[in-house]
């Protein structure tokens, strides 16, 4: 059973950094694309960063120049650097990724539980 397990979160001042992990298990067969969207109480949840390859990347407008979406070490993680961190950054993030789950099954979404972030002004 496939799983997005995130790690990394919590509490920061504002200009620090802190690095979110997301780790896809139950071996998927095929991981499309996985990232990060965050949500902030009362808003809409918003695209943080996104990973389709190593080389195809998308940030949302707000996070631009100041995180960075990478792989791990462990093919199936995947990295949220956070930089120069700001209050309105504030909010849980979300692992997401499109997967195969298996060679005999489609594409799939899949979440995962959020972990929270909250940077002190």
């Known amino acids: 059973q496939v799983q997005l397990v995130e790690s990394g979160g919590g509490l920061v001042q504002a200009g620090g950094s802190l690095r979110l992990s997301c780790a896809a298990s139950?071996?998927?067969?095929?991981?499309?694309?996985i990232g990060w969207y965050r949500q902030a109480p009362g808003k809409e949840r918003e695209l943080v960063a996104m990973?389709?390859?190593?080389?195809?990347?998308n940030y949302g407008d707000s996070v631009k120049g100041r995180f960075t979406i990478s792989r791990d070490n462990a093919k199936n993680t995947v990295i949220l650097q956070m930089n120069s961190l700001k209050p309105e950054d504030t909010a849980v993030y979300y692992c997401?990724?499109?997967?195969?789950?298996?060679?005999?099954?489609?594409?799939?979404?899949?979440w995962g539980q959020g972990t929270q972030v909250t940077v002190s002004s």
């Open positions: 997401m990724s499109n997967l195969v789950p298996s060679r005999w099954t489609m594409p799939a979404a899949y």
């Open positions: 139950g071996n998927p067969f095929r991981i499309n694309a």
């Open positions: 990973l389709s390859s190593e080389s195809n990347t």
